[in-house]
């Protein structure tokens, strides 16, 4: 297992995000869930996301993308998940608290 994945989703995904769910739109929090965090969750120790490089986002697009990680793989996928963040550093604290909460979700 490699130590840490850094993402930068900006650079990497798009500057902009979309909304929840793939069928509603481009760059989705589905799809940046589906190519970049699934396939690399059991493969690295941690995944570093970089956020200061956006430009846009929604609420539904983190929910989706980290929430539904956790959802869908565990609770065990919450240490392997960080952020960095210097300009957009608020946004953690709540990306954590819909990862906390997923949780407690059963499935979808």
Known sequence: MTSALHIDIGKEFSKILGPRFRRDGEFSGEEFREKFLEPNISAYQTIVIHLDSLSGYTPS?????????????????????????????YLVPIIRAWMGEAAHVPPR
Do not use: M, Q, T, W
């Not at 565990?74 to 550093?89: N, Q, T, Y």
């Open 61 to 89: 697009f983190f929910e989706e993308a980290f929430g539904g990680l956790v959802r869908k793989h565990g609770e065990s996928v919450l240490p392997k998940i960080e952020f960095d963040a210097i300009d957009r550093r």
